[in-house]
């Protein structure tokens, strides 16, 4: 997707989820046409991703280190920036050394491998791969099974009827519920954590609001450069 598709997205289809000062931005007159010149604008993109880099990880499974998302060509940066489940409308593309902006954009791909934010996005796919994820997944089973059973074995005790023994097994489903739901709930709260820490500029609002937040701080910019 591009910055002139992630634009029509969020006018077209996103208008909804948006603030109403968003869309008088969003809807201007000239930013249609300035989303379509960012897309070949190598400043525009860093501008972006600058922003990007700023509230959400990198991707740890793409790498830990500058030279994983940054080649360091002769005369410029070329970047390509994996982020941290989340695909991303700029693509690939690369910044002349002279432009200060690609200087930016390398140091804050460092601050970012260094952040918070990736140590915990890190800390999330350990903790998705991770045995003891399967273990406390396995434990927690095997005790809401064991009031099942039990419960099963406490209350039927043949002749029932049909109601009779639909209410028996509800009532061992629940039991299975209740014993399974705190830890459960506390698994839960660890990966919503994991996953708020690494992508803070995403906790509090969805995707949409986000990309349209993004596109109303650096389309302006792009819009002031093109009516120059």
């Known amino acids: 997707m591009s910055i002139l598709q992630a634009w029509q ?4 289809h996103g ?19 300035a989303a379509a010149a960012a897309d ?19 991707d740890p499974l793409h790498g830990t280190a500058v030279e994983h998302f940054v080649i360091d060509g002769p005369d410029s940066w070329a970047f390509c920036l994996q982020f941290d489940r989340l ?21 804050q791909v460092l601050l970012n491998l260094n952040s918070r934010k990736f140590k ?33 074995s406490a209350h039927l005790r043949g002749g029932e009827t049909r109601a009779e023994a639909q209410a028996v097994y509800d009532g061992a489903d ?14 839960d709260r660890r990966r919503r954590s994991l996953t708020h820490a690494a992508s803070p500029a995403l906790a509090d609002r969805g995707y949409t609001q986000w990309v349209a937040d993004v596109l109303c701080r650096v389309l302006p910019l792009q819009r002031a450069l093109e009516a120059a």
Request: net charge positive.
């Open 15 to 33: 208008r909804h989820m948006l603030t109403p000062e968003q869309v008088t931005l969003l809807t201007s007159a000239g930013m249609q046409e």
């Open 40 to 58: 070949d604008s190598s400043t525009a993109k860093a501008a972006f991703m600058l922003e990007t880099l700023r509230g959400v990880s990198l």
């Open 174 to 187: 629940a039991l299975h519920e209740q014993e399974t739901a705190a830890r459960r709930a506390q698994l």
């Open 120 to 152: 915990a996005a890190a800390a999330l796919r350990r903790l998705e791969r991770s045995r003891r994820l399967q273990r406390l997944h396995d434990q927690m089973q095997e005790r809401g099974n064991a009031a099942r059973r039990a419960y099963l």
């Open 87 to 107: 695909s991303h409308f700029v693509l690939s593309f690369s910044v002349p050394k002279k432009e200060e902006i690609g200087a930016q954009l390398v140091t």
């Open 9 to 12: 997205q969020v006018v077209h």
